[in-house]
């Protein structure tokens, strides 16, 4: 496997969060040298120890590697990049990311001479790694925007299987195409969306005089079976498995909901993010203190669903550490 990639020297992983973690770990295993980028005594650097990985100050894990993954959150890139990233780069060396985030939005401009490509698991870091550990894998979008050896998209497919993405399907693609549908699925479907309409149903039926007790568990906790059953086997297996009333109801009533109003303002969103508008406001708000995202954040937080769930969960014993582990 090595091979593929040109006997890389070392990989340096920047970041040892949940998907460092899991790049850094599964390569290990994969036969892959790697090396670990994190600031000397800090969190990450004790658990990459710990795990009984090597370790260095990213600039000189950089220096020591050929392909530098870069798996820091997306606004950390720039100043990572410029101050102990580009200053350690030789000709031919790669720089990976796993969202294309940074240079899609310029916000990272990799000298000509280095190789510049994309591995993005779809799924977050502790599914890649237990997936990997099962001899299994997580499906991968993989990407080069530049190619200056000739083997950025070997060396990208290379690293993609060292992670076990070939086992779970890895799909070539580019940095705009990953970059611009994670953001939309994250805000008009997985996260801003769902949630949006979690809420949304709680209130109505909360505003209507029906217990919150009730109205969470519709609302919120019997969205997990009906998402298993999509996630599983599409529409079909949730069709085979909810009543026919749930099926007519869906098909009737879906379309009220979700209507052509909706998909203009989820239009609106997927322009924003493609002219850049969305990226914009989003570094603009880091580089401000984040006092918006804060507010907004700390008001979700506080809304009544939040409360009655959390009092709800508690006689929840499936949900408790250690509760699904066999004796």
């Known amino acids: 496997m090595s091979a593929i990639v040109g006997r890389e020297a070392k990989i340096a992983i920047i970041g040892y969060g949940s998907q460092g973690r899991a790049h850094a770990l599964n390569l290990r295993d994969s036969g892959f040298d790697v090396i670990v980028g994190v600031r000397h005594g800090g969190a990450g650097q004790k658990r990459a120890s710990e795990d009984g990985l090597d370790t260095a100050e990213p600039g000189d894990a950089a220096a020591q590697a050929s392909l530098i993954a870069m798996l820091t959150p997306d606004l950390s890139h720039e100043e990572i990049f410029r101050d102990s990233i580009a200053p350690n780069l030789s000709a031919g060396d ?10 899609h939005y310029g916000r990272v401009a ?6 510049v490509i994309l591995v993005a698991p779809k799924g977050p870091g502790d599914l890649v790694r237990r997936e990997y550990e099962r001899g299994r894998g997580v499906p991968c979008l993989y990407a080069v925007h530049q190619d200056a050896t000739g083997r950025g998209g070997a060396r990208a497919q290379a690293y993609a299987q060292g992670i076990g993405g070939a086992e779970g399907g890895a799909i070539e693609t580019n940095f705009a195409e990953e970059t611009e549908t994670d953001l939309f699925g994250e805000q008009a479907v997985l ?9 949304a149903g709680f209130e109505t ?3 209507a005089g029906y217990k919150p007790e009730v109205a969470y568990y519709e609302c919120m906790h019997e969205l997990k079976l009906i998402v298993d059953l999509l996630y599983e086997g599409g529409l079909a297996k949730m069709h085979e498995f909810i009543s026919e009333t749930a099926i007519y109801g869906d098909l009737v009533s879906g379309p009220r909901i979700i209507n052509d109003e909706t998909r203009a303002r989820m239009r609106e969103v997927l322009a924003d993010i493609q002219d850049g508008k969305f990226a914009r406001e989003w570094i603009l708000e880091n580089q401000a203190g984040q006092p918006r995202y804060k507010a907004l954040l ?7 669903i939040e409360h009655v769930g959390a009092k709800l969960r508690k006689n929840m014993a499936w949900l408790k550490p250690g509760a699904n582990t066999a004796a």
């Open 191 to 199: 996260c801003g969306g769902a949630t949006e309409l979690v809420i």
């Open 205 to 207: 039926l909360v505003e």
């Open 94 to 103: 790669a720089v990976l990311f796993a969202h294309g985030f940074t240079i």
């Open 298 to 304: 700390e008001k979700d937080l506080d809304h009544p």
């Open 110 to 115: 990799p000298p000509r001479e280095i190789d």
